[in-house]
């Protein structure tokens, strides 16, 4: 019986080092890499291309700081603040580091996936934005960006509608940005 005692004292005390690591592990913050923050970015009828800034206090490239993302954690491309006076009623598909000169094609290795306007608020003076985002793994692709060294100082984000969106439709986002989590 005192075996069993101790054998599950032990138990119990793996299953709380183990835990411990994992809640560790998860309340380490998100860290910025790249963001769009400066200015929102105005959608239209043909591709806009936005290039991300090093976040605020870093001065290494995107390139050195993709080479020291730790195991286990992700590169994720995060798209929030949608607004638009009206739906443009197109989705949007969106491109990491596409070069330039090469058409955007939903099938090949840049396209990280696509954003709808379904739902967001009216943009304008005054306009709360959409508190949603979308968020994109984006780590396999800037890990093989970073081996080609086809990845420099910045990413370019192009964003290109899948059809012609309404005349009228003003979608802006408010910010697109590279968090490390």
């Known amino acids: 019986m005192r075996t069993n005692y101790r054998f599950s004292l032990l138990v119990i005390a793996g299953v709380a080092a183990m835990t411990t690591g ?4 998860a ?28 976040a605020p206090g870093s001065a290494a490239s ?3 700081r993709v080479a020291t993302v730790r195991q286990g954690r992700k590169v994720y491309l995060v798209v929030k603040g949608l607004g638009t006076n009206e ?24 396209y990280v ?3 709808n306007f ?15 985002f979308y968020s994109f793994d984006v780590t396999d692709l800037l890990k093989t960006l970073q081996s080609n060294k ?3 100082d910045a990413a370019t984000v192009t964003i290109v509608p899948a059809d012609k969106p309404r005349d ?7 910010e697109i940005a590279l968090v490390e989590q």
Do not use: C, W
């Not at 009228?168 to 408010?174: E, L, N, W, Y």
């Open 113 to 115: 996936g696509s954003l």
């Open 27 to 54: 309340t380490e913050s998100p860290e910025m890499l790249a963001t769009s923050a400066s200015k929102p970015v105005a959608l239209g009828a043909g591709p806009v291309a936005v290039t991300l800034a090093p």
């Open 150 to 152: 086809s990845l420099g």
């Open 87 to 110: 739906q443009p009623e197109v989705i949007y598909q969106v491109y990491l580091a596409l070069p330039p000169g090469v058409a955007p094609k939903p099938d090949g290795p840049h």
């Open 22 to 25: 994992v809640n560790a592990m």
């Open 62 to 64: 995107l390139s050195a």
């Open 168 to 174: 009228s439709a003003k979608p802006m986002i408010g």
């Open 118 to 132: 379904f739902n967001a608020p009216k943009s304008g003076s005054g306009a709360a934005r959409d508190s949603r």
